[in-house]
């Protein structure tokens, strides 16, 4: 199993910055995806997460309106779009699927830092 986020970096506030995520090694199409970040010194906390079925989507209240999850389930990658990003967007984001307890899998985390 495998979780591969790329597309971290520096990115100033109000630009836009997309991160991937490449899965191999389980069936894609059953997980929820969802993308997490952690700010130094904080708790990782839930960003967006997209459902396996109908693609509902959920987003944490500060980034509603800013950022987008998209899953593509025939080439098993899940991104998230993040426009006008604020100095706050700043940490750790890590791809995550979950199906049903004890079948849950991390990507290694790739770090955003929003500054100008």
């Known amino acids: 199993v495998q979780l591969v986020e790329s597309g971290g970096g520096l990115v100033q506030p109000g630009g836009s910055l997309r991160l991937s995520c490449a899965a191999s090694?389980?069936?894609?199409?059953?997980?929820?995806m969802s993308w997490y970040r952690q700010a130094p010194g904080k708790e990782r906390e839930l960003v967006a997460a997209?459902?396996?079925?109908?693609?509902?989507?959920n987003y944490t209240d500060s980034v509603k309106g800013r950022f987008t999850i998209f899953r593509d389930n025939d080439k098993k990658t899940v991104s998230l779009h993040m426009n006008s990003p604020k100095p706050e967007d700043t940490g750790v984001y890590y791809c995550?699927?979950?199906?049903?307890?004890?079948?849950?899998?991390w990507g290694q985390g790739t770090q955003v830092t929003v500054s100008s």
């Open positions: 997209i459902r396996s079925a109908g693609g509902t989507t």
């Open positions: 995550r699927a979950y199906w049903i307890p004890g079948r849950e899998f």
């Open positions: 090694g389980f069936s894609f199409t059953f997980y929820t």
